[in-house]
């Protein structure tokens, strides 16, 4: 599975996930902070990337509307502050935690059109 970091992750966790074999970008390093969201999830489909993101409410009123559209996305996946604080001292957790994800799931498809809390 590819996936991309929405801007809420440091691109840290991207970087460590590269040199572990995944194909893992962050919106950040691609230019991608100045994109709405669903400019983002636009991009992210067209590259067949799954997008792990934070901003559940906004994505979610995204990806129902598309679905009534009869539009596609190649995933999401959602984590919550709640159980993946962000920060810092938590870089390595997810890193952990997205490196067995993608090893789960490795087929480029895996996530299409699904939603997934991590």
Do not use: Q
Not at 12 to 24: K, N, P, S
Not at 38 to 54: P, Q, S, Y
Not at 61 to 90: C, K, N, Q
């Amino acid at each position: 599975m590819r996936l991309a970091l929405d801007n809420h992750y440091s691109p840290v966790i991207a970087h460590r996930l590269r040199d572990a074999g995944h194909d893992v970008v962050a919106a950040v390093e691609r230019g991608w902070e100045r994109e709405d969201d669903e400019r983002i999830l636009a991009i992210c489909t067209e590259e067949a990337r799954a997008l792990m993101t934070n901003d559940v409410a906004d994505f979610t009123a995204i990806y129902r509307r598309w679905a009534a559209e009869s539009g596609a996305h190649a995933g999401l996946v959602f984590t919550s502050d709640a159980s993946m604080p962000r920060g810092r001292a938590t870089i390595g957790r997810f890193v952990g935690a997205i490196d067995a994800l993608l090893r789960l799931h490795p087929s480029e498809d895996a996530f299409k059109e699904r939603v997934h809390w991590l």
